[in-house]
């Protein structure tokens, strides 16, 4: 058995590629999308730095729409979309687009928990003191709430893993893959076992390392 | 300096409307210390924060440094308030900075010159007594320290003003006394306008020049601080008083004026300035055949003024008791006459 995994290891060394590439990847760009939108999310409550309940109100409901369809569905449905977005649905590009759409609200909520910590109180002490709405995110809610972003960060990053191993069903490589093809449609336990294992690893890995740098963070307040 | 002309402020929550300023109107003159005090729920709170504008008014007009703030755009107002520091009962700093940039953040902000900024921060925690704390986090200071950093943060745009938003409420009454001879020391040091807001009259006491005692979204009484100690005159002001001048009198004390035959007056005589007291007192047994009684006496410092209370009993002669008295209110700053008994009658006023 040790024999046959060693001859697998080419496979499990791009499996294990192709993963992070797709975490990072879509990791990146959700962030990208997400963090502005928890912003809004926070500052366009009812006093808040700019009060907008069209703006609030809509971008609640996108997000809790797209919250509560399963990855599995939410990738097949919008398949047509992803097409058009970059000319196939398969693959680690076509698992991609999917897989940014799932996570970009997710972030975008654990965004505004996060900002939503930071005390009004501070944030009052410098409109008062004269400075601007721009100000204020970056340099005092942004800056405040890090651990929490975080730690954000961190749960988006695992959720995403866990995405990107369904996205092995439309074939686009990686752990979950891998898993589904010689674990499930083969049989074969070994290859199954190991691939979990190695999840697990990656999953212990972010998560010790996400909270390690939030607790130095944090270690000052 | 600052001038809030006839303010009144409606929230709306839920559909409910809730009237927190009704028709208020204050002046508050360069250099001044000028305090607000009130119950909670008064609209102290409110009035404060339409000076800086974090609150619109409803209708009336908020002039700060001859500038109407209600006329400017939002970048001009965000200029205007650059003028005005403020410190509030919870500190209100950033956990996640050090005291150096908690202090120096708003100076980044304004692009000062990084060494400008090096040495308008030592200057501010040197003034607050906090040099050697530079380093540390909000979170190993004590309230006190807390609150120094509170006040170095909000003089270092040089303001014209500093609003104090219940500063001291959070404080012990040790740490309060020193933060409040910090906030006169940059008032003389600095020329600092001072508009402080408080339940406390013991801040007013020790502090203020002018006080504006408030009510239900109204003031019901202004002017200088010697002038409301002295005399009084809204009820929920001399209740405030009672915490500085406990000048109630005891039952017992009371039902003993009532047992006393001839006719008897209980007066509160106000003391100001260096008016003997003694020697009034002394004057009125070797001058009239009334019994003088001290029923209570307190002396205490206004700004540097003496202020005394002294509530005395005087019986005897119908007309020789009045003599007396319009002897004592030729000698003293105010007298007024808390109750008469007349003769085997009971209490007329009490
Ligand atoms: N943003 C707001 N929305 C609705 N109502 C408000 C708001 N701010 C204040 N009020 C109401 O206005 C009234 C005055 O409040 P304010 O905070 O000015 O009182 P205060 O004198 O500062 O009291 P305290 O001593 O408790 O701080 C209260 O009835 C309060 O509920
Ligand atoms: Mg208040």
Redesign the interface.
């Known amino acids: 058995m040790t024999e046959r995994l060693l001859e697998l290891t080419p496979l499990f060394t791009l499996s294990i590629y192709e993963t992070l590439m797709m975490v990072v990847i879509s990791l990146v760009i959700a962030t990208l999308i997400g963090i502005p939108l928890g912003i809004l999310l926070v500052i366009t409550r009812p006093n808040h730095l700019a009060p907008n309940r069209w703006i609030f109100q809509i971008l609640n409901i996108i997000i809790n729409i797209i919250r509560s369809v399963p990855f599995i569905i939410l990738m097949v449905a919008i398949i047509p979309f992803t097409e058009i977005l970059v000319g196939s649905a398969i693959g680690i590009e076509g698992a991609v687009v999917p897989l940014i759409v799932y996570t970009a609200p997710f972030i975008a909520r654990l965004m505004e928990t996060a900002l939503l910590e930071v005390?009004q109180?501070?944030i009052?002490?410098?409109?008062?003191?004269?400075?601007?709405r721009t100000?204020i995110i970056r340099?005092?809610m942004i800056?405040?709430a890090?651990p929490g972003i975080l730690l954000c960060l961190t749960i988006a990053t695992i959720g995403l893993i866990g995405a990107t191993a369904m996205a092995g069903a439309v074939g686009a490589g990686g752990l979950g893959d891998l898993a589904l093809r010689y674990g499930y449609q083969q049989w074969d336990l070994p290859v199954m076992m190991v691939t979990v294992i190695i999840l697990i690893i990656i999953v212990q890995c972010i998560q010790s390392l996400g909270n390690w740098a939030a607790n130095k963070?944090k270690k000052?307040? | 300096m600052i001038e809030l002309i006839d303010i009144h402020k409606t929230f709306r929550v839920d559909k409910r409307e809730v009237e927190a300023l009704k028709g208020v109107t204050i002046r508050v003159r360069k250099g001044e210390i000028y305090g607000v005090i009130g119950f909670s729920g008064a609209g102290k709170s409110t009035l404060l924060r339409m000076i800086?504008l974090?609150e619109k008014p409803t209708s009336g007009k908020v002039i700060v440094s001859g500038q109407d703030l209600l006329e400017l755009n939002e970048k001009q107002l965000?200029?205007?308030?650059?003028k005005?520091?403020?410190i509030?009962q919870?500190f209100?700093?950033?956990?996640?900075?050090?005291i150096f940039d908690n202090v120096a953040?708003?100076l980044?902000?304004n692009k000062v010159s990084k060494q400008e900024i090096k040495r308008k921060v030592d200057e501010l925690l040197k003034l607050v007594g906090l040099e050697d704390k530079a380093e540390a986090?909000p979170?190993q200071l004590s309230g006190g320290q807390k609150q120094r950093v509170g006040i170095a943060?909000?003089l270092a745009?040089d303001p014209e003003i500093l609003?104090c938003d219940e500063a001291t409420s959070a404080l012990d009454p040790q740490t309060t006394e020193s933060i409040l001879d910090l906030l006169l020391d940059i008032n003389e040091k600095l020329g600092l306008t001072i508009v402080l807001i408080t339940h406390e009259m013991h801040v007013i006491q020790k502090i203020c020049d002018q006080v504006a005692v408030m009510e239900n979204g109204q003031v019901i009484e202004q002017g200088s601080v010697l002038d409301i100690f002295s005399v009084p005159k809204h009820n929920t002001t001399k209740n405030f008083m009672r915490t500085i001048f406990n000048d109630e009198m005891p039952e017992e004390m009371v039902n003993k004026i009532k047992k006393v035959n001839s006719y008897t007056t209980r007066l509160r005589v106000t003391f100001r300035g260096d008016a003997a007291m003694d020697s009034v007192i002394g004057n009125i047994s070797s001058k009239f055949a009334v019994d003088t009684n001290i029923l209570y006496g307190s002396i205490t410092s206004i700004k540097g003024t003496a202020l005394g209370i002294l509530i005395i009993q005087l019986s005897g002669e119908r007309d020789i008791v009045e003599e007396a008295i319009s002897y004592i209110k030729g000698a003293v700053y105010h007298v007024e006459v808390q109750a008469q008994k007349e003769g085997k009658q009971e209490v007329l006023n009490t």
């Open positions: 005390d109180g501070v009052e002490a410098y409109l008062s003191m004269g400075a601007s100000q340099r005092i800056r405040e890090r963070m000052n307040l | 800086n974090l965000r200029g205007a308030r650059k005005i520091g403020i509030f919870h209100n700093l950033l956990s996640s900075y050090n953040e708003i980044r902000m986090y979170s943060r909000a745009m609003l």
